[in-house]
């Protein structure tokens, strides 16, 4: 599914398109906002979305073998809830039940 399809399933639930595009859009740019940030963000049964960091490395190149330095990093990271994670391990079975 992407942004699109997600739109359109929402729309189906808040019953026009251009409220489900500025709901969506609000919440992935909060979303964004808040852990760029250096906020948690934890979303009840979901997950959470959070910024963790990538200290320096030695890498190699793989088609040369030479050594390069990986600088430091920031990167987002998702971790899913413990519901989220059931419905995926169940299939999706429990879609629309509750």
């Not at 987002?76 to 079975?93: Q, T």
């Amino acid at each position: 599914m992407n942004k699109k399809e997600l739109v359109e399933a929402i729309a189906d639930r808040v019953g026009d398109r251009k409220t489900a595009t500025e709901a969506v859009n609000a919440v992935i740019d909060a979303i964004q906002k808040a852990v760029a940030g250096g906020d948690k963000v934890s979303i009840t049964g979901f997950g959470a979305f959070e910024m963790v960091n990538k200290p320096a490395r030695t890498a190699r190149n793989p088609s040369t073998g030479a050594e390069i330095k990986v600088a430091e990093s920031w990167a987002p990271k998702f971790r899913p809830g413990s519901e989220f994670k059931d419905l995926v391990n169940e299939g999706g079975k429990r879609i629309g039940k509750k």
